[in-house]
């Protein structure tokens, strides 16, 4: 598949794509705001000339922050404009950015909107973070000599197998990459053989190691657990879940109530359109429930707090003894595990993780991370990390130790994009 077949065939779904926004409208209601920004109508007033960043979603807008704060004191002539597609994500910008930052959605993939786009946006230079490719935005950029840079870039062998059934669509996108900032040499290789040119592939490390931790979050959160009479409580916390794992914490954490029938969960679903339908899973399986959302405070007989709020994932993992990262124990590629490390927190995953192979690799080879299949060996191991005080802060080191030996690759990344800037 070349570019002009992949934008009519992109034309041609048009429909189902809008179809699928209503859809997922249905359960998430912001999806039918901003609709035209998705066609590129309706912008906002842009102040033009400075640096565009495309974020996808909350993910990867919480891993460019630190970035995005670096260049706007390192540029601060230059206005910055963030981009994402999802209503989690444009939230996560305004609460992370305010005004400080312009931001709207990306347009849909398309050459006549990827074009006005950008004819209202006129950047320097284009960030791209992650694995967010666009042929038509990458292309649109390159006929106006705007130099685009893949950031934290990853690209699991899974993703590469894609990619290289596509390759007379895919090898001409990254040829047109100025700069691919990737986290580890495996991937940059994976590039390289996908069509990316020599010179353009960079080994910066991941950005996502270069994590601080605001000194007030723990402190807030030893508060928070006074307030709820719960210091030497047992509490766990199940982050950023999907469809499928909620069954598996709440039989694990059913297996550790028969042990310690005073430990409480902290469960915290990936997506807010699923807030409500786990609410109701904990009420059907018997489990006394509170939602984060109304300030409930969790009494004696509390067994299950529900995170249903957006930007207190940090936070949460503050309040928690362990921490379990989901999309792990089905088969989405895991989710940032470096950020209850960082928090001093005992890591639990499940085995499917190749979104974050290197990260989970050093976090598992130091010490800091346990992978679990079911529900046993996760409430297995959570009690092992409460009963065993060396052992939490032997994970605990080990994770501090895996964050510093690895920091660095955000200075590595700015020192790229200050070069494309400086052109």
Known sequence: MNRALYTLLFHLALPLIVARLFWRARRAPAYRSRIGERFAVGLPEFQPGGIWVHAVSVGE?????????????????L??????????????????FGDTVQHCYLPYDLPW???????????????????????????????RGIPVTLANARLSERSARGYARFARLTAPMLAELSLIAAQTEAEAVRFRQLGARETSVQVTGSIK????IDPVLPERASQLRQQWSAVSRPIWIGASTHT????????????????????????????????????????????????RSLAEPPQAGTQVVLGDTMGELLFLFALADVAFVGGSLVPTGGHNLLEPAALGKP????????????????????????????????ALEIAAFWSDAERAERARTAGFAVLRNNQGALERLLAGLGRLLDR
């Not at 670096?70 to 601060?76: D, I």
């Not at 206005?79 to 992370?96: D, F, H, Y």
């Open 79 to 96: 206005p910055i404009t963030v981009t994402c597609m999802t209503p989690t994500g444009s939230e996560r910008i305004k609460a992370l």
């Open 244 to 291: 499928g794992e909620d069954e598996i914490l709440l039989a694990a954490h059913r297996l550790i109530l028969a042990e310690q029938p005073d430990a409480l969960l902290i469960l915290v679903p990936r997506h807010p359109e699923r807030f409500g339908s786990v609410y109701e899973l904990c009420g059907k399986q018997g489990f006394a429930t509170v939602r």
């Open 347 to 378: 890591v639990v995953t499940g085995p499917h993780l190749f979104n974050f192979l290197d990260i989970a690799a050093q976090l598992r080879d130091a010490g800091a991370l346990v992978e679990v299949s079911n529900a046993p060996e996760l």
């Open 209 to 212: 190691f270069d994590l601080s």
């Open 113 to 143: 909107a990827a074009s006005r786009f950008l004819e209202c946006l006129r950047p320097k230079l284009a960030v791209v973070m992650e694995t967010e490719l666009w042929p038509n935005h990458i292309h649109q950029c390159a006929r």
């Open 61 to 77: 807008s919480i891993a460019a922050a630190p970035m995005i704060r670096a260049l706007k004191e390192r540029y601060p002539q």
